[in-house]
């Protein structure tokens, strides 16, 4: 009876771990994704510039297309802030996304996530929505 009692225990106290583990890793993997709520934003065009970096977002300028992708990566969630070579690198485990956002070089499968996004009328920012 005793040995069946520890045994009970040990699986409840290992499920306990288990869970514990799996909520600190989603809140420290996610915690940056979820508080990126949907909310609105005005950040300044530079149509100069292929690629402009925000706290949240990355603009994409190329052959008067503007679009605007989430700056999480899509693997763990870093922030990236680095274009080198034409393609926008994660500085976290080096995930690689051409400027359409596609993945080109894992650990990231999946692709940047694209924002909704609209010129103003004077062309000189762009309000994202995401
Ligand atoms: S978080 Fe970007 S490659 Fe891992």
Redesign the pocket.
């Known amino acids: 009876m005793e040995i069946k009692n520890r045994r009970v225990f040990l699986k409840v106290v290992t499920a306990g771990m288990i869970s514990f583990f799996v909520f600190i890793w989603n809140k420290l993997t996610l915690q940056h994704i979820e508080t990126s709520g949907s909310s609105e934003a005005t950040l300044p065009l530079n149509k100069n510039k292929e690629v402009q970096f925000f706290d949240r977002f990355i603009v994409v300028n190329t052959n008067d297309n503007t679009r605007v992708f989430s700056s999480h990566?899509s693997?763990?969630?870093?922030k990236?802030d680095k274009v080198a070579n034409g393609k926008l690198v994660?500085p976290?485990?080096?995930?690689e996304y051409d400027l359409n956002g596609n993945v080109i070089k894992g650990?990231?499968y999946k692709n940047l996530t694209e924002v909704n996004s609209t010129l103003t009328n004077d062309g000189k920012s762009i309000i994202v929505k995401g």
Do not use: D, E, T
Not at 75 to 78: I, N
């Open positions: 990566c693997h763990l969630g870093c990236i994660c976290c485990h080096g995930s650990p990231a």
